[in-house]
């Protein structure tokens, strides 16, 4: 097979020729000997890594399945997914991860990587088996409660130090339990006058700063999922300042949405829409975590998508469901808000949505340069396109986008996982 005429990072046009589900040559005018494909200019990134997806199966099937999740992140560009925990059973086992995992293969429009719980049942009482996990089939590399904090010191201290054994990291989700009981959004003005429960930055920071000593102080690797404000910057780029091993991502909604919204939105106040943990914050928030992006502190870009049905979102706000689907629209969110903008270029976007995710996540196969010998793992994009979000198109089963009705940049018009196409012309192949 031949993808003709598309820009490698942005780059001049260039031809892919693909056999046996690698990239066997890269040059100009190239001889067809099979199939071809118009690649039309568009850019060619390698496929798209997210290491923060939420796709419910098992339990939650009402708000996604591995095959709609999957098509979701297809669609997105995604040529694979870390698939979080927080499943019913919560995936700490090896019986459950070697199960998500099976469903990733037989179902999978993108490969499914399993995480496995830090804490049995996420309680935060007791380690979950991550030796187990990580000697299973899945081979599990990515450890999380996400959804909750492992917030006992003492536990968080031995799970650092059993992930070494195995090259893992343990990704935390910074929120210091106490400081935010009962938070519905943002502690600052706008709380203030919608009279909603505060979540303060002070309650990520906190457990960021512990978590970067904890972390040096036992040589293992931490990953920091969804940093959303100025201070969890300041405390990362302090931490990498002194060589410790952190790495942390940034969601597409933080780059681009504030808590401004929660009071005025196209749709009025109070719209459940908007509601998501962490939370939207300011505009100051939003500015530092771009800078961040741009200058590395932050790794990557992870969706956190998100997806929960109609009644568990349409419902008043305090009641709401937090979180946000997010694979379909990433990579227009990440153009708007970061190549847009002139703070990224699209090696810039390869590197935090490909190479770096794939890396922290020890996924060989992935994130590697669109270069011969390297699995064909390839996302076409168009970042002329203008695309009105309509959420009743998504793949994924869930429709809980903030996004929709407004116009973003870009669209992907193919995908291919180890050069067979999962995404064609923008549709599922
Ligand atoms: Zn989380």
């Known amino acids: 097979?031949?993808?003709k005429n598309v820009r490698i990072l942005g780059g001049d046009p260039r031809d892919i020729r693909v056999r046996d589900g690698v990239i066997a040559e890269i040059g100009d005018n190239l001889e067809a000997d099979g199939q071809v494909i118009d690649g039309a200019g568009a850019i060619a990134l390698p496929g798209l890594v997210d290491l923060h997806t939420h796709l419910r199966e098992p339990g939650r099937e009402d708000a996604e399945t591995v095959q709609t999740g999957t098509q979701s992140a297809a669609r997105g560009g995604y040529t694979a997914v870390h698939a979080m925990a927080n499943t019913m059973p919560v995936a700490d086992t090896a019986g459950v991860v070697e199960q998500v995992w099976r469903l990733g293969q037989e179902f999978g429009h993108c490969d499914v990587q399993p995480v496995g719980a830090v804490t049995?049942?996420?309680?935060?009482?007791?380690?979950?088996?991550?030796?187990?996990m990580a000697d299973s089939a899945a081979r599990v590399r990515v450890f999380s409660d996400d959804g909750r904090c492992v917030d006992d010191a003492v536990l968080m201290r031995r799970a650092l130090e059993y992930v070494k054994a195995f090259d893992g990291v343990?990704?935390?989700?910074a929120q210091e339990p106490k400081l935010t009981a009962g938070a519905q959004?943002?502690?600052g003005v706008i709380s203030g006058r919608l009279g909603l429960a505060g979540w303060p930055a002070v309650a990520e920071e906190a457990i960021i700063a512990r978590d970067c000593l904890l972390a040096a102080h036992v040589g293992s690797r931490l990953h920091v999922c969804h940093v959303s404000t100025a201070g969890s910057v300041e405390i990362i780029r302090w931490a990498k300042s002194k060589g410790w091993n952190v790495t942390?991502?940034?969601?597409?909604?933080?780059?681009?949405?504030t808590d401004e919204l929660v009071e005025r939105s196209p749709n009025g106040a109070y719209n459940p829409i908007y509601k998501v943990n962490p939370p939207l914050r300011t505009r100051e928030d939003v500015e530092a975590?771009?800078?961040?992006?741009?200058?590395?502190?932050i790794d990557i870009v992870a969706t956190d998508h998100a997806p929960h049905p109609v009644e568990d979102?349409?419902?008043?706000?305090?009641a709401a469901a937090m979180g946000m689907v997010g694979l379909e629209t990433a990579l227009s969110v990440v153009q708007e808000a970061m190549v847009d903008t002139g703070l990224l270029d699209w090696a810039g976007v390869a590197e935090r949505m490909s190479a770096m995710p794939a890396h922290i996540g020890r996924l060989a196969g992935h994130g590697r340069p669109l270069a011969a010998g390297s699995p064909a793992n390839i996302t076409l994009y168009d970042p002329a396109a203008r695309t009105q979000v309509d959420p009743s198109a998504f793949a994924s089963k869930s429709r809980n986008t903030p996004y929709e009705g407004m116009t973003l940049p870009g669209r992907v018009l193919a995908t291919f996982l180890r050069g067979k196409p999962t995404v064609l012309e923008g549709k599922l192949a």
């Open 185 to 187: 959004m943002n502690e």
């Open 248 to 257: 942390a991502e940034v969601t597409p909604h933080h780059l681009l949405l």
């Open 313 to 318: 979102k349409e419902t008043e706000w305090a």
């Open 1 to 3: 097979m031949i993808i």
């Open 170 to 173: 343990v990704a935390q989700h």
């Open 289 to 297: 975590l771009r800078a961040a992006l741009a200058d590395g502190t």
């Open 120 to 132: 049995v049942g996420l309680e935060g009482r007791q380690l979950a088996e991550l030796g187990a």
